[in-house]
């Protein structure tokens, strides 16, 4: 089991940066592939950014590639997402989420999910 906590969300202008973070509790943090999907109103959940266990390999969408970093930290159980050069149409709903395996893109793979956090970027 793998429990996931995002914090670092907020309200910043177009242009601006913020750092998601998520904290995970469990013995085999080490041992998942981490995600972050968003969801905006109205619209289906998408993929954002993974990471791969050992942190070597990560994916991007499109979109964010160049402007969001994902990196973890496994002796801190936490995995991070740099946010920068933030749009508005980057507003969203963020989550983590975890799978036992490598990463995909689809929401559905992946066992565990955050709460989520929400990031407001004002035009």
């Known amino acids: 089991q793998v429990q996931l906590v995002e914090s670092g969300g907020g309200l910043v202008q177009a242009g601006g940066s913020l750092r998601l973070s998520c904290a995970a509790s469990?013995?085999?943090?080490?041992?998942?592939?981490l995600g972050w999907f968003r969801q905006a109103p109205g619209k289906e959940r998408e993929f954002v950014a993974a990471?791969?266990?050992?942190?070597?390999?990560?994916y991007y969408r499109d979109s964010v590639k160049g402007r969001f970093t994902i990196s973890r930290d496994n002796a801190k159980n936490t995995v991070y997402l740099q946010m920068n050069s933030l749009k508005p149409e980057d507003t969203a709903v963020y989550y983590c989420a975890a799978r036992g395996s490598t990463p995909t893109y689809r929401p559905i793979d992946y066992s565990y999910w955050g709460q989520g956090t929400q990031v407001t970027v004002s035009s």
């Open positions: 469990g013995r085999t943090f080490s041992s998942y592939s």
């Open positions: 990471i791969t266990w050992s942190g070597i390999s990560t």
